[in-house]
């Protein structure tokens, strides 16, 4: 019995490690599941750790022991309070772009630069169109949003969402191009500012269209323009693993090229919301933060942030996120259920640091 608890406890840590893979690497099924599932190994290593007791067999015992408290240690990062922060228009305008990506719309021409030192972002996952729309109305309209990114959108559902009313709140909208090989649908920005510049896909990646819209902010309204931060916010669904393992991993690790945009020009800040498929724990994922970007509700740190599944209770992992460059900070991250699908919305605001 100690020889199969000590082979149990090795490829216990086997699993533990593959998070520990070269970016990439773990584009290969089942690996993007199982290391998805690695905060949650806690559970399987105290029960074999309560095991190995009843045997006496110490060595696995630790070993087991060892391998809950890695496991745990992983969601640290959630709850540590040296890193937390505390932190209208009528109808739809469809912003256009150019071949440059530069926006058609001006809606009347004027300056287009707001002078609001943050934003209050919200992100869903659709699931296939299916979303209550007045839900989602709702919660725009109760938490204030000024920016809404949604993934899996379907024509119906934004008609739902046009008749519910969400062009009063946010008129301004960029949608990227529907294709038959997009996962589940395409992804939308709806704006309550007006953009200076948008575009249907800011980077290609294989997955959906990454609609993206640009929003110039002052720190003060005294300020001059030419000290506007130019925001550019971007919707993005990477596929899921079981579209294709390889193109999971390229789309996530691709979007990292936002941050390289932001970063070219002054007082750039690249925003990227959405359901990205990913978790720290996914080196594709870890990537992705290493080419500029820091994820909201792990810098906020207050606690950890359910994303998926809606419908259970426990467990939860978080799928969905809020990445940004340097030059904002994060407050008031939260989930909550929108009726008729199967993640939870997301919300942060953005401030200007």
């Known amino acids: 019995m100690t020889i199969a608890l000590v082979v149990l406890a ?10 520990c893979l070269p970016a990439g690497v773990e584009g290969h099924m089942p690996m993007p599941y199982l290391i998805a599932l690695i905060p949650l190994l806690w559970v399987p290593s105290l029960v074999m750790a309560v095991v190995s007791a009843c045997f006496h067999a110490w060595v696995p015992l630790c070993a087991f022991v060892l391998a809950a ?17 505390a932190a209208q228009r009528e109808t739809y305008c469809e ?43 709702q919660a725009v ?41 997009d996962n589940g649908g395409f992804n939308v920005l709806f704006s309550r500012y007006q953009p200076t510049r948008s575009s249907t896909s800011i980077v290609h ?21 030419g000290d506007a931060y130019h925001v550019m916010l971007a919707s993005a669904h990477p596929k899921s693993p079981m579209r294709g393992c390889p193109a999971w991993s390229a789309g996530i690790r691709g979007l990292s090229a ?22 720290i724990e996914h080196p594709s994922f870890r990537a992705l933060l290493a080419g ?30 809020v990445l940004f460059t340097d030059g904002l900070k ?10 008729g699908t199967d993640h939870y919305a997301l919300t942060a605001t953005l401030t200007l640091d």
Not at 69 to 85: F, G, I, M, Q
Not at 99 to 125: E, F, I
Not at 148 to 161: G, H, K, N
Not at 266 to 275: L, R, T
């Open 10 to 19: 090795v490829l216990l840590w086997c699993w533990l490690l593959l998070s």
């Open 69 to 85: 408290a890695a496991s745990v240690a992983r969601l640290w990062p959630y709850w540590n309070p040296a890193r937390s922060r």
């Open 95 to 137: 912003t256009s772009s150019d071949g440059n990506g530069n926006s058609n719309n001006d809606n009347g021409g004027g300056d287009k630069t707001t002078a609001v030192r943050s934003l209050r972002m919200m992100t869903v996952n659709c699931r296939y169109g299916r979303a209550n729309a007045h839900d989602i109305v």
């Open 141 to 181: 309209r109760s938490r204030h949003i000024d920016v809404l990114a949604t993934q899996e959108t379907t024509d119906d559902l934004i008609e739902r969402l046009r008749e519910a009313g969400l062009g009063d709140l946010l008129p301004y909208r960029q949608s990227g191009t529907g294709k038959t090989t």
């Open 205 to 225: 990646i294989p997955a959906a269209d990454v609609p993206s819209m640009t929003i110039d902010l002052l720190p003060s309204p005294q300020a001059p323009a």
């Open 258 to 279: 936002i941050a390289g945009m932001a970063s070219g020009e002054p007082h750039g800040i690249g925003v990227v919301m959405g359901d990205l498929n990913s978790s």
């Open 292 to 321: 500029g970007f820091h994820d909201a509700s792990r810098t906020q740190a207050t606690r950890f942030i359910a994303t998926f599944p809606s419908w259970l209770k426990w467990p939860h992992l978080e799928l969905d996120h």
């Open 330 to 339: 994060p407050s008031g991250v939260e989930s909550f259920i929108i009726d």
